[in-house]
């Protein structure tokens, strides 16, 4: 049998509007009124880490880059649980693969918490239990072993296994 894994950011959901909120939160409360999604735009795909210290040397933000990333993050995880957007087909197809038993999994750069919070306040999470985080294997994306690790956990070989990702 096939199983299908996908990536969660970008394929199954529309993410990027909060990840574009809680950093402009973030910045906001340090002195940073004015971030627009244009500028947001230009770090997508880039990490969020990388994303804070480059801004945070940009605008001279006086704050350590941990304590941007913490209040980023817990913005995003409220933001997560109430506000992410699934694709209407990406929905259909996880709904009709359930409803038909075929194994999926979520295998995602993004943490545990942040998986975790999506799938949940998207109802997602009844019909996608297996999940796999970057934080969990040895190397993130584009490396394939958040992928290898899906379809170990599902029990499926690598050559059954479908993914569904919208990067390269």
């Known amino acids: 049998m096939i199983s299908v894994i996908f990536d969660l950011d970008g394929t199954l959901v529309d993410s990027e509007p909060n990840y574009y909120e809680s950093g402009r939160r973030t910045l906001e409360r340090h002195g940073v009124p004015d971030f627009t999604w244009e500028q947001h735009s230009r770090f997508i795909g880039i990490g969020t880490l990388e994303t804070l210290e480059i801004l945070k040397d940009r605008y001279g933000i006086p704050a350590p880059v941990e304590q941007l990333l913490a209040e980023q993050n817990a913005a995003y995880l409220e933001l997560a649980r109430t506000r992410t957007e699934v694709f209407p087909q990406m929905r259909g197809l996880v ?31 009844a019909s996608l239990t297996t ?38």
């Open 95 to 125: 709904e009709r693969l359930y409803a038909e038993g075929v194994p999926m999994a979520v295998a995602s750069g993004s943490s545990l918490e942040a998986i975790d919070a999506v799938l949940a306040g998207t109802g997602l999470d």
């Open 131 to 168: 999940v796999v985080s970057a934080e969990e294997v040895a190397r993130g994306k584009p490396a394939p072993d958040v992928f290898l690790e899906a379809a170990r956990r599902l029990g499926a070989e690598p050559a059954d296994c479908v993914v569904v990702e919208d990067a390269a």
